[in-house]
């Protein structure tokens, strides 16, 4: 298990194509990834809803951790969704 503290960069947010990126990551990496908040809230890659409800907005400090063979890759992938901003 390997984690993360990343920044949400984009005016924009954790917004739906990122967060598509990080649930793709997931899935192709095989891992288990957790995104969560300083107050404790917490979302699964694999969930969407979940992700888009943690309503990350510009700013937000996230805790990501990824649990899984391939965890320093995926770990490694989503902090360039965080800092490309998925294409937006």
């Known amino acids: 298990m390997v ?12 917004h739906f194509r ?3 990126k990080i649930l793709r990551i997931s899935r192709e990496q095989q891992c288990s990834i957790l ?4 107050n404790g809230e917490t979302a699964s890659a694999e969930s969407l809803l979940e992700m888009l409800t943690l309503c990350a907005i510009s700013g937000t ?3 990501v951790t990824a649990e899984g ?9 989503i902090e360039e ?3 490309n ?4």
Request: net charge positive; glycine share 10%.
């Open 18 to 20: 990122a967060a598509a």
């Open 3 to 14: 984690n993360k503290h990343l920044t949400v960069k984009t005016p924009h947010g954790l």
């Open 61 to 63: 400090k996230l805790k």
């Open 35 to 38: 995104l969560e908040k300083k």
């Open 85 to 88: 901003g998925a294409g937006i």
């Open 69 to 77: 063979r391939n965890g320093c890759r995926a770990l490694a992938m």
């Open 81 to 83: 969704v965080f800092e």
